[in-house]
């Protein structure tokens, strides 16, 4: 029996690395180790367990049966070395480097982002935010692994296995820009939002692909001219044609912090969406992710305020 004396528990990290990426050089990069670091290390891992745990195909490094079965056992095990070594940390605010990993959509980025970094620089001038989109089926098992500490956005496919917190309940409106012959009162009519050609925006947060969902259940279906991947295009195109676009509400008010947008209530009724923090129940308690989280709701949930 090999004994866990003799065991670089490094050679774990790369392994799960593997698992994950599929790719020596990208397992490499995330791990900051050059390529010839990588094949040594599933040399040694080779060695270690008996089998071959990846084979190179067209697609990337195939895990083996054995990598399979393993891969979960060495992911829970250093799931359990990330929390004891989290209580070994102090953290301290004003003087702490550490680096704290955000899931946000790009209209969250837009909206809350920087808020969030003026108050970070204000009270920890050293901390790191990294800030990455990561897709819905990613997120739960990115914060089991501490490749995320938070993700805020509309995900009700986390409630159940997530710790989790509501900031606030987010509505939509219709913004386009202002000119003769629009509606006045800040109200359209199903007509003229029929009439009209929309941009549509293919947001991978759920509640915007639910949008056109809730739209057809009401039998309302939109003449789309244009589709984006990002609301970040909207006021550009907005600004240069006659198209309405529909978007959440706080990011219609920050677009149109200059009053070049007409804004409207939907002429139909649709479901609130709402925005929610989580983080995984393994860190829960550490310290610094206590205090991340505080500043997370009381920075994002005041766009629960309406201006």
């Not at 040594?40 to 190179?56: K, S």
């Not at 550490?98 to 901390?127: N, W």
């Amino acid at each position: 029996m090999t004994s866990l004396d003799h065991i670089d528990l490094n050679l774990l990290r790369v392994f799960q690395a593997i698992v994950e990426e599929r790719s020596l050089t990208k397992a490499g990069q995330r791990l900051a180790l050059s390529q010839p670091a990588v094949s040594y290390a599933l040399g040694r891992l080779r060695t270690l367990f008996d089998d071959q745990l990846f084979l190179r195909t067209r697609s990337g490094m195939q895990p083996t049966p054995v990598a399979l079965e393993l891969s979960g056992i060495v992911g829970r095990a250093l799931d359990t070395v990330r929390e004891a070594l989290r209580y070994a940390e102090s953290f301290d605010p004003p003087v702490s480097t550490r680096t704290f990993r955000l899931s946000l959509s790009d209209a969250g980025e837009m909206a809350y982002l920087p808020a969030i970094c003026k108050v970070l620089h204000g009270q920890a001038p050293r901390v790191r935010l990294s800030v990455r989109p990561v897709a819905g089926q990613e997120i739960e098992d990115a914060l089991r692994s501490s490749r995320l500490d938070f993700a805020i956005g509309n995900h009700p496919q986390l409630l159940a296995s997530t710790r989790h917190q509501l900031l606030f309940e987010e509505d939509y409106v219709c913004m386009t820009r202002r000119r003769t012959g629009l509606p006045t009162g800040g109200k359209l009519s199903l007509e003229h939002f029929l009439a009209g050609s929309h941009i549509q925006v293919q947001s991978l947060e759920h509640s915007h692909r639910a949008l056109d969902d809730a739209l057809r259940a009401q039998g309302v279906g939109r003449n789309t001219a244009l589709e984006v991947p990002h609301f970040v295009a909207l006021p550009a195109i907005l600004t240069v044609t006659d198209l309405f676009a529909t978007l959440p509400r706080r990011l219609a008010r920050i677009l149109n912090q200059a009053n070049a947008f007409q804004i409207y209530d939907l002429p139909v009724k649709l479901p609130v969406a709402p925005v929610t923090m989580h983080w995984h129940e393994h860190f829960h308690d550490d310290d610094g992710i206590k205090w991340m989280r505080d500043l997370l709701a009381d920075v994002v949930s005041r766009f629960d305020q309406p201006a």
